[in-house]
């Protein structure tokens, strides 16, 4: 089959367009060769014909579906410019994609939008990543770049081209910023920094506004960033290219001058800028011929402030930058010197003396103002000899003053580059390889063209023949590399043009021959090209216009540009007149004449008077050769590097987000070599499948045995079968190459084949679908007839017995009347003779009735009216009882109140407590006996009084069984008394029908009160219902915020701590440096390593004297500090006031070692004095322990009564109807709870002050005496359990324990071993008083933990370990301080201050934890995404997830393993594995590791999604079910290990959904519905994103419509209004961690097992 076979009916053509460029059709019949048009239906549905005169005229062919939206354009079955176009706006219009690949390029369309893909979470997706495995973006270009750099150790260049406004200068910007982040987070260096910080620079002093683009580079720029040999950035350089000097004096309209300019002007208000005599941009010529003063969206001042600090970044000082500012002012003010005609012809010129301009121009640049103002009016000429001065004309000192300003600002341009140049100079040795990032102009054509765009052009056909020769080069080596047969391939080569521009008597050349010309001119040099290449020897890339004498024509490999010749000499030229130059060499100020200076060996100033030599270096000097000769180097240098390009398109001309202009955009791919490089590609044989590939696609075109295994075979043998020109395909070493269109025509094949085989399988199945048919219509007639006659014999035999039924029923009818009949009768006989005995009976019923309720009601009444009078006197009783109870508790109150305050009870207390407390213990002794005594009488009361009410019962219960056994009396009734009885009871009855009338309206009353408080009741409890609700919504949005704000504190602070850490790190690194270098000078210093000495971690507190004036009285303390938790606040906020709190009562002890130390015996008297003390504190201590637990009972007894007053209140309630006497017991227990709360209060206060003098006596020893003496050291030294540690042995102590500790031994130990010793040496240390030893042990203790901790940074249960003994030696610690003992008696206070070492502890818990997730995290880190996303761990799926579509595959990048080499879910679970082994080894909270596995789950989870997000072969249906499946591996494994509790599953949750998202229906609007509520974790961006990566891998899956994914975006909008713009999730979230602070178990030595192999058996147990 051909390709003319392919031109059939149904196929899709590309038919060119006027509006659109190129529109697609279909063709309505087959083509047959020798026929002149084609019929054609287009897109809109109306039928053309296209006229077709030889088979080379066919309209393009369309490429299948499944390449549609193909991230390569060189995957293309079909290459040529409609496909290239079509693909490029499916993907930006449809996918919202603006990078695609096009081989070796990256083309970037430009969005005009802010997009979410350049966070650091992208950069981290892609770093480390292949290129053939990510999404299109230009993060994968530097990766490559960076990978290929460090791999072959090669310099890397970028080339990023395109026209003004496609986003070269942003694509450069974030190429630079992912070499910062990559080659810098490791060493953590401020070269990076710098890097960043001349973009701002350089977009100030060398960007404009244009009418293209807002921020339009008007200079090309090189950057050669340099690495070193661990791939970090060391340095950099940079090198500009052909400056735009016109624009600084010459604005077209609706353009503006560099933005440096405009942001002074609005800086001016600034109190450093007021000097600058600076007004608005409208008022300076220089900046006010463009029209344009603002720029929508920026500010200025904001942008001046920007420039500013990266001035600082890069070392240039505050008055440097000032001076630069006054330069670029000056310039300004220039523009403004009115310069003024005079003569009679005007021939002369003249500047006034007073001139404002002048006057501040030549103040800013410190120059002679006269000078100036003659010199810009007159010329100097050299006439035989002589120097002669000649006036010129206004026109000639207009433009003398216009090229000042352009040099001017020239040269500060590149003094600019050269001391950014010097500051971005490695200095850390030579840099071993660069990467160079090229931001150069495109191809420039505009409606009137000059030397810029000549120049600019130009540069563009050199990079042009650059990139084609390495297009081609590439190609060679990929048909060399798959050992194919291969001819050369032609490509269009663009060395005639150059040769016409920069070849011997080139454009160039004749240029700088007519500058040299005395009297040379642009017309005569547009003339001599005229004569040159087009009368003598016609050049086929020149012509010359028709209408035009003055303008010449250049036929780009872009486009054909006419340049006018007017301005060419004098912009290459660049004339200034050295007399200018001199001035401003002379200037005051030290940035000018440095500016100036440098023109002294190579003046580019040139003056009236020549000479040979001086134009021999004026040819040198030319702007043209200066190009030319920077463009050489910038091409040897791209020659000697390996080449990436980037290729910037800008979609429309409005700046309008995701608007696509076909026009526009083929134009831009035209100039730029996008589509040459498809050309070059569609030479040769652009399709490339891989054997597996061409057999998992095409194996149904395969005949015989199918196995993957044997796919190389199969694909030869069955190849010339399928395509008859061997021409068409050709067999590679492990792919096989295809020219263009062969991909379409197997498509095609291939579709016939499962066409017939459909035909086949519907034939077989409709015969089996009729077979079945017929079967059923046989069956449903055999049981329609056999349910017919069984219906007529049913109906027969219904007659019969219809028949012999009547009979039945006529006789049953006549018996069943006359039995009814006599029935009747007898009933009515019962009847009559019930109702006659009913009535005797009911008569005699309501006689009895009667006498039995009125002897109730008068049994109610009589005690109704006792119980009420004995509730009247009861409370009268319990209120006295109260009133007398409240006065002897307020009595007794008041005597303890004023025994409180009274400072003479405090002495007797002192003076006579013994004797006290023997009379308070024998009083509490007699009480104690006379409370036993009055419960054994009070219980045999109880007993007494039970038996008698037993006896009592006893009586009652006979009493009651003689009434009953005893007969009842029948007297004789009168029939008067029954005339009586029966009046009576007629009366009793109507007396009872009437109460019970009003008995039911009273129950009728009370029913609907009854209904209508129940519905009040449920009212208000639906309304507590409602306002708890409401309350607790609220407390719960009001807690999750705090918590949401402490965590994001803790977070802060955690980040902060970890950049100390670094910093630290970095700090330690350059000490090692400077020690190195000063050893290199020969300066000896003592090896710290030699001798252990740690120092602590903050310097410890300065003990004030008793005569500072810093020192603090007593009195304001104890006046101040009212309860302990201000204490507390004290200790926490004032760090610095615990410390001379502290400190004063050390304040003798250095006198009291001397003491000692000279065996100095101290005074019996003092010491006598000293024991009274210690006996008198101990008394206070007893005598508040007494007043606060009688606190306490008398607490427990008002509680007592206050729920003894409940219950009478609530037995008043439901035993009295009446309101008064229950509102007086709610009135008196609300007096009673008044009472109450006050007397808490009075107690809490209490409490307080006995809390506080318990502190005072801790802290101020001085309270109860002058001297010092701290009795709180009494108590610790009877402790026991410690360990004693000499002073001498500390170093090696700490030697043995942390810092020279070997591995294996130390994990051998039990956890917190080498804490639990340091402690107990602490504490015995503590014990004997010698405060300062211990505060230096234990901050040593640290230091030394510190360094452990840093020398094991890459081993994970050393980590473990320190973290596990941090941990104790922090919760040891703080159980022990003072401030949490001040509550319990059970534990005996530290009484060093150490709470900056327990702040300092509590930081390096959370470094350790940090380093223990670092270490797994890095162990992590390689082997994450090929687990999770790659590894194929159901083996059912094996194979299914080859890509169909053609992969794009480059040389040099670097194949990932495969096979047993390829990491699995397996050994992601071993390092997690490994973690959990660790931490539970060391005995770590469970709420810690669940706290750790939530954050590396976390990681686990972002890494693996941000890979799918970006990765298209990652989107499809066997993938999704893969990944579901290794998730579930690790969410089981969480589980078994407990550790899931803590979050770890949930943050797997985007992960899991996107997975789902994969495999679930992607076609009708409830498959849309369905994903919008089953993908709740996933934003909008995220969800599309997914779909459109979505790539079917087998024929009963198909691609997501773009339908549906409108369908999707419409219903997102509706769900995530408010959601973020969020695509990749945010890898480097660090979730804030808590430590769970238990109270640590009683250490004592006899419990710890040392082993021998620590050797500290030199410690004592003590």
């Known amino acids: 089959m051909t390709t003319l076979e392919l031109y059939s009916k149904g196929a899709s053509v590309w038919v060119p367009d006027p509006d659109a460029v190129w529109v697609s059709a279909q063709l309505l019949s087959d083509y047959k060769p020798g026929e002149k048009q084609l019929l054609l239906q287009l897109s809109n549905g109306n039928e053309v014909h296209y006229p077709v005169s030889c088979p080379a005229d066919l309209p393009p062919l369309g490429n299948p579906d499944i390449l549609e939206g193909e991230n390569d354009l060189t995957a293309l079955s079909f290459l040529h410019e409609p496909a290239v176009l079509h693909n490029l706006r499916v993907r930006f219009l449809d996918y919202n994609s603006i990078y695609t690949y096009c081989g070796i390029v990256l083309v970037a369309i430009n969005p005009y939008d802010q997009l979410p893909i350049y966070g650091e979470e992208v950069i981290d997706a892609y770093s480390g990543q292949n290129m053939t495995d990510m999404e299109p973006h230009i993060f994968s270009v530097a990766e490559e770049a960076y990978c290929t750099m460090t791999r072959e150790e090669k310099n890397q260049s970028i080339i990023i081209s395109g026209e003004s406004g496609s986003g070269k200068t942003v694509s450069a910007k974030f190429t630079m910023r992912y070499f910062?982040?990559?080659?810098?987070?490791?060493?953590?260096?401020?070269?990076?920094?710098?890097?960043?910080?001349?973009?701002?620079?350089?977009?100030?002093?060398?960007?404009?506004?244009?009418?293209?683009?807002?921020?339009?580079?008007?200079?090309?720029?090189?950057?050669?960033?340099?690495?070193?040999?661990?791939?970090?950035?060391?340095?950099?350089?940079?090198?500009?290219?052909?400056?735009?000097?016109?624009?600084?004096?010459?604005?077209?309209?609706?353009?503006?001058?560099?933005?440096?300019?405009?942001?002074?002007?609005?800086?001016?208000?600034?109190?450093?800028?007021?000097?600058?005599?600076?007004?608005?941009?409208?008022?300076?010529?220089?900046?006010?011929?463009?029209?344009?003063?603002?720029?929508?969206?920026?500010?200025?001042?904001?942008?001046?402030?920007?420039?500013?600090?990266?001035?600082?970044?890069?070392?240039?000082?505050?008055?440097?930058?000032?001076?630069?500012?006054?330069?670029?002012?000056?310039?300004?003010?220039?523009?403004?010197?009115?310069?003024?005609?005079?003569?009679?012809?005007?021939?002369?010129?003249?500047?006034?003396?007073?001139?404002?301009?002048?006057?501040?121009?030549?103040?800013?640049?410190?120059?002679?103002?006269?000078?100036?103002?003659?010199?810009?009016?007159?010329?100097?000429?050299?006439?035989?000899?002589?120097?002669?001065?000649?006036?010129?004309?206004?026109?000639?000192?207009?433009?003398?003053?216009?090229?000042?300003?352009?040099?001017?600002?020239?040269?500060?341009?590149?003094?600019?580059?050269?001391?950014?140049?010097?500051?971005?100079?490695?200095?850390?040795?030579?840099?071993?390889?660069?990467?160079?990032?090229?931001?150069?102009?495109?191809?420039?054509?505009?409606?009137?063209?000059?030397?810029?765009?000549?120049?600019?052009?130009?540069?563009?056909?050199?990079?042009?023949?650059?990139?084609?020769?390495?297009?081609?080069?590439?190609?060679?080596?990929?048909?060399?590399?798959?050992?194919?047969?291969?001819?050369?391939?032609?490509?269009?080569?663009?060395?005639?043009?150059?040769?016409?521009?920069?070849?011997?008597?080139?454009?160039?050349?004749?240029?700088?021959?007519?500058?040299?010309?005395?009297?040379?001119?642009?017309?005569?040099?547009?003339?001599?090209?005229?004569?040159?290449?087009?009368?003598?020897?016609?050049?086929?890339?020149?012509?010359?216009?028709?209408?035009?004498?003055?303008?010449?024509?250049?036929?780009?490999?872009?486009?054909?540009?006419?340049?006018?010749?007017?301005?060419?000499?004098?912009?290459?030229?660049?004339?200034?007149?050295?007399?200018?130059?001199?001035?401003?060499?002379?200037?005051?100020?030290?940035?000018?004449?440095?500016?100036?200076?440098?023109?002294?060996?190579?003046?580019?100033?040139?003056?009236?008077?020549?000479?040979?030599?001086?134009?021999?270096?004026?040819?040198?000097?030319?702007?043209?050769?200066?190009?030319?000769?920077?463009?050489?180097?910038?091409?040897?240098?791209?020659?000697?590097?390996?080449?990436?390009?980037?290729?910037?398109?800008?979609?429309?001309?409005?700046?309008?987000?995701?608007?696509?202009?076909?026009?526009?955009?083929?134009?831009?791919?035209?100039?730029?070599?996008?589509?040459?490089?498809?050309?070059?590609?569609?030479?040769?044989?652009?399709?490339?499948?891989?054997?597996?590939?061409?057999?998992?696609?095409?194996?149904?075109?395969?005949?015989?045995?199918?196995?993957?295994?044997?796919?190389?075979?199969?694909?030869?043998?069955?190849?010339?079968?399928?395509?008859?020109?061997?021409d068409q395909y050709c067999f590679g070493k492990t792919k096989v190459f295809f020219r263009a269109g062969q991909v379409a025509l197997l498509e095609k094949l291939r579709a016939e084949r499962l066409h017939v085989a459909a035909v086949i399988i519907q034939g077989r199945i409709r015969g089996w679908l009729a077979r079945l048919r017929y079967t059923k219509i046989l069956w449903a007639t055999v049981t329609l007839q056999r349910h017919s006659r069984g219906a007529l014999a049913r109906r027969r035999a219904l007659t019969l017995r219809h028949t012999k039924a009547a009979l039945v029923l006529q006789k049953t009818y006549r018996m069943v009347m006359v039995r009814q009949l006599f029935l009747m009768i007898r009933q009515a006989t019962i009847i009559i003779q019930a109702f006659t005995r009913g009535t005797i009976v009911r008569r005699r019923y309501r006689e009895l009735l009667s006498e039995k309720a009125a002897v109730l009601l008068q049994a109610r009444v009589r005690g109704w009216l006792a119980r009420k009078a004995y509730r009247q006197v009861r409370a009268a009783v319990v209120f006295m009882q109260c009133c007398v109870r409240r006065r002897a508790a307020r009595r007794e109150l008041l005597q303890l109140k004023t025994q409180a305050r009274s400072v003479e009870k405090y002495r007797e207390l002192n003076k006579g407590m013994e004797v006290k407390l023997m009379q308070l213990q024998l009083k509490a002794d007699q009480e104690a006996r006379d409370a036993a005594a009055s419960k054994e009488t009070l219980n045999a009361e109880r007993e007494v009084r039970s038996a008698e009410l037993e006896a009592l019962k006893t009586t009652i219960q006979k009493l009651e069984r003689q009434i009953q056994e005893r007969p009842q009396p029948q007297p004789a009734i009168s029939e008067k008394e029954v005339d009586e009885r029966r009046r009576a009871e007629e009366k009793a009855a109507q007396e009872i029908l009437q109460l019970t009338q009003e008995l039911q309206v009273l129950q009728e009353e009370k029913d609907s009160l009854n209904k209508e408080k129940e519905d009040l009741s449920a009212c208000l409890l639906e309304q507590g219902k409602a306002q708890e609700e409401t309350i607790n919504q609220a407390v719960s949005k009001s807690s999750a915020a705090l918590q949401a704000e402490l965590d994001e504190e803790r977070t802060k602070y955690q980040g902060l701590l970890r950049d100390f850490t670094r910093l630290e790190q970095r700090y330690d690194n350059l000490r090692e440096m400077s020690l190195l270098t000063e050893r290199t000078k020969s300066h000896r210093r003592t090896d710290s390593g030699q001798s252990l000495s740690f120092e602590p971690l903050s310097p410890s507190p300065t003990h004030l004297s008793p005569q500072s004036p810093t020192s603090l009285p007593l009195s304001p303390f104890a006046s101040a500090l009212s309860s302990p938790e201000q204490v507390r606040r004290v200790s926490v906020t004032s760090p610095s006031l615990e410390r001379r709190f502290s400190a004063w009562p050390s304040e003798t002890s250095p006198m009291k070692h001397l003491m000692e130390k000279m065996d100095v015996i101290k005074d019996p008297a003092v010491k006598m004095k000293g024991e009274d003390l210690a006996h008198a504190y101990d008394a206070v201590r007893v005598a508040n322990k007494f007043l606060e637990n009688q606190l306490r009972s008398q607490r427990s007894q008002w509680e007592e009564e206050m729920d003894a007053l409940r219950c009478q209140l609530a037995q008043a309630f439901s035993g009295s109807s009446t309101a008064a006497p229950g509102q007086q017991l709610q009135e008196l227990l609300e007096a009673r709870e008044h009472e109450c709360v006050k007397l808490r209060r009075e107690l809490k206060e209490l409490r307080s002050s006995v809390s506080l003098r318990r502190l005072l006596t801790q802290v101020f020893p001085s309270v109860l005496s002058r001297e010092d003496s701290c009795p709180s050291q009494l108590k610790p030294a009877a402790l026991s359990g410690l360990m004693e540690c000499k002073k001498r042995d500390e170093p090696k102590l700490l030697k043995n324990l942390i810092t020279d500790i070997r591995a294996d031994s130390a994990l051998s130990l039990p956890p917190g071993l080498p804490t639990s010793v340091l402690f107990l040496c602490i504490r015995h240390i503590d014990c004997s008083g010698d405060r300062d030893r211990a505060r230096s042990l234990c901050s040593s203790t640290v230091t030394a933990m510190k360094t452990a901790l840093k020398k094991h940074v890459n081993d994970v249960d050393m980590s473990a370990l320190w973290l596990k003994n941090i941990c104790l030696l922090h919760d040891l610690l703080l159980h022990h301080s003072p401030k949490q003992c001040l509550d319990s008696d059970d534990v005996v206070p530290l009484t060093a201050d150490l709470s900056d070492l327990i702040r300092s502890l509590s930081d390096l818990c959370i470094q350790a934890y940090q380093q223990l997730l670092t270490v797994t995290g890095t162990k992590l880190q390689p082997i994450i995404v090929s687990a999770v996303m790659e590894s194929e761990t159901i083996p059912s799926l094996s194979g299914s997830a080859v890509k169909l579509g053609i992969s794009r595959k480059r040389a040099g990048s670097d194949p990932r393993p495969t096979g047993k080499d390829a990491p699995t879910m397996a050994s992601v679970l071993r390092e997690l594995g490994a973690l959990h082994t660790a931490m539970t080894h060391q005995a770590l909270p469970n709420t810690l590791l669940e706290q750790a596995f939530r954050q590396l789950t976390h990681y686990i989870g972002a890494a693996s999604f941000n890979s799918m997000m970006l990765r298209k072969d990652m989107c499809c249906l066997s993938r999704g079910l893969q990944i579901r499946y290794n998730v579930t591996l690790l969410e089981d494994w969480l589980r078994i290990r407990g550790v899931q509790a803590g979050g770890a599953i949930a943050t797997l949750e985007p992960l899991i959904q996107a997975a789902q998202l994969l495999q679930m229906g992607k076609k009708n609007e409830e498959n849309a519905q369905a994903i919008i509520q089953t993908c709740t974790a996933l934003s909008s961006q995220q969800i599309v994103k997914i779909l459109t990566l979505y790539t079917p891998h087998c024929d009963s899956d198909e691609k997501v419509t773009v339908n549906f994914l409108r369908t999707i975006q419409g219903l997102l909008k509706g769900h995530t209004g408010g959601q973020p713009r969020q695509l990749l999730m945010d890898i480097r979230r660090e979730f804030p961690v808590t430590f769970p602070h238990a109270p640590p178990s009683v250490l004592s030595a006899e419990q710890l097992v040392i082993p021998e192999s620590l050797k500290i058996s030199f410690l004592r147990r003590a």
């Open 180 to 726: 910062a982040v990559v080659g810098g987070a490791s060493q953590q260096t401020s070269v990076e920094e710098r890097v960043l910080a001349s973009n701002p620079i350089m977009e100030s002093i060398g960007n404009a506004k244009t009418t293209r683009n807002d921020n339009s580079s008007r200079f090309g720029k090189y950057i050669e960033i340099g690495f070193g040999g661990n791939g970090d950035i060391i340095g950099a350089n940079m090198r500009t290219y052909l400056l735009e000097k016109s624009r600084v004096v010459f604005q077209a309209s609706a353009e503006r001058n560099y933005h440096i300019f405009y942001q002074l002007c609005a800086s001016r208000d600034l109190p450093e800028m007021r000097s600058l005599k600076l007004d608005g941009p409208e008022c300076f010529r220089y900046t006010n011929k463009g029209g344009e003063m603002q720029i929508p969206g920026t500010d200025d001042v904001a942008d001046l402030e920007r420039t500013r600090n990266a001035f600082t970044i890069l070392g240039v000082q505050a008055d440097q930058q000032l001076e630069l500012f006054r330069i670029m002012s000056a310039i300004l003010h220039l523009g403004n010197v009115n310069i003024q005609a005079s003569g009679r012809s005007s021939d002369r010129s003249y500047i006034d003396a007073e001139d404002r301009s002048l006057v501040n121009f030549s103040k800013l640049l410190g120059v002679e103002g006269s000078q100036m103002a003659h010199w810009l009016c007159h010329r100097r000429l050299t006439v035989g000899g002589e120097m002669l001065v000649k006036p010129m004309t206004g026109q000639q000192a207009v433009e003398a003053r216009d090229a000042l300003a352009k040099h001017i600002y020239g040269q500060l341009f590149t003094w600019t580059v050269q001391r950014l140049n010097a500051a971005l100079r490695t200095q850390r040795g030579q840099a071993k390889s660069f990467i160079g990032v090229l931001d150069i102009y495109g191809f420039e054509t505009f409606e009137r063209n000059s030397f810029e765009q000549f120049c600019i052009n130009y540069a563009n056909e050199k990079l042009q023949q650059q990139f084609n020769r390495h297009v081609f080069h590439l190609e060679q080596e990929e048909y060399v590399r798959e050992e194919l047969a291969w001819s050369r391939i032609e490509f269009s080569d663009n060395q005639q043009c150059i040769n016409l521009i920069e070849g011997q008597l080139g454009m160039f050349d004749l240029l700088d021959e007519e500058c040299r010309m005395p009297k040379g001119s642009d017309e005569n040099w547009v003339h001599k090209l005229y004569d040159q290449h087009l009368t003598s020897t016609p050049h086929p890339h020149f012509r010359k216009p028709r209408m035009s004498t003055s303008a010449f024509i250049v036929l780009h490999f872009a486009d054909t540009v006419q340049y006018e010749c007017e301005g060419f000499l004098d912009k290459n030229r660049d004339t200034v007149f050295e007399e200018l130059i001199n001035i401003l060499k002379a200037s005051q100020s030290e940035l000018v004449a440095e500016l100036f200076q440098q023109l002294g060996n190579v003046p580019s100033a040139v003056g009236s008077a020549r000479s040979g030599k001086r134009t021999t270096r004026e040819h040198k000097l030319t702007v043209g050769f200066q190009f030319r000769q920077s463009l050489q180097m910038l091409m040897d240098t791209l020659n000697s590097t390996t080449p990436h390009y980037v290729r910037c398109i800008k979609p429309n001309d409005l700046k309008e987000p995701f608007m696509f202009d076909p026009k526009r955009t083929v134009q831009q791919l035209r100039a730029c070599g996008v589509l040459e490089t498809i050309r070059i590609s569609a030479a040769g044989y652009p399709s490339r499948w891989t054997y597996e590939e061409f057999f998992l696609r095409y194996r149904v075109l395969l005949h015989g045995p199918q196995r993957l295994d044997q796919a190389s075979a199969l694909c030869r043998k069955a190849l010339p079968h399928l395509i008859t020109d061997p």
